[in-house]
């Protein structure tokens, strides 16, 4: 069965400060893992996937996530946070054999303090 | 392409009634999913069409069901509303063989 898990239901940085959202994944086959991010009332937006091409994966708006099978890994970084990252953040889990479905982690709100 | 859209976006209903949701999914996926999210619960998955047939579903009670028409158009209908049913319904669609859905703004529904 797959699942994942995201240490940290809040996390609250400064303006410039690095950032960084943890998630762990469990998965009996190669996963497909996904960061979405979700402003206030509104639908999830992709940041970046990883499919197995490359461990380092970038994504939009500077953020960036890196998959390590050693420690069934696949944290979230940005090097220097900004104001109007401020959101809910989600990793996920995609299966797709015969037909998708996706594992949610449980979201990490991010505060940015000015 | 014009993305995933969903109406209504906001909807008020009372205990008993039911409700349908629609989602029309990006012009050429086939596939469609439906989530739920509550605060306590998070995002859960309720059901995956493709090609009008149902390929796989969530734990949720027989009072949630969907269907999808031949222009890949889905609908979710939810009978015998509940307190507890108050929540982002979102709808995502992908294309056959990939890994990555892409998500609509959802339907907030309120059940008073």
């Known amino acids: 069965a797959q699942s994942v898990t995201q240490l940290g239901s809040h996390v609250s940085v400064s303006e410039g400060a690095l950032v960084l959202l943890r998630c762990n994944y469990s998965s009996s086959v190669p996963p497909y893992l996904f960061w979405y991010v979700q402003y206030p009332n509104q639908g999830l937006q992709l940041l970046l996937k990883y499919t197995s091409a490359a461990t380092l994966v970038k994504g939009i708006n500077g953020f960036e996530a890196e998959f390590k099978k050693s420690e069934t890994s696949f944290h979230l970084t940005k090097p220097s946070a900004h104001m109007s990252d401020a959101a809910e953040y989600f990793c996920a889990v995609t299966r797709n054999t015969g037909g998708f479905k996706t594992i949610f982690g449980a979201g990490t709100r991010l505060f940015v303090k000015a | ?112």
């Open chain 2, 1 to 112: 392409k014009a993305g995933v859209t969903q109406t209504p976006r906001y909807l008020i209903k009372t205990r008993g009634q039911q409700v349908t949701l629609s989602c029309s999914p990006i012009s050429g996926h086939r596939s469609v999913s439906w989530y739920q999210q509550t605060p306590g619960q998070g995002l859960q998955f309720l059901f995956e069409y493709f090609s009008e047939t149902q390929r796989n579903k969530g734990n949720f009670p027989g009072r949630f069901s969907g269907r999808q028409f031949s222009n890949s158009r889905s609908e979710m209908n939810v009978s015998t509303l509940e307190l507890g049913d108050s929540a982002l319904y979102l709808c995502a669609s992908s294309e056959e063989r990939t890994d990555t859905q892409y998500f609509g703004p959802g339907t907030r529904l309120t059940v008073l």
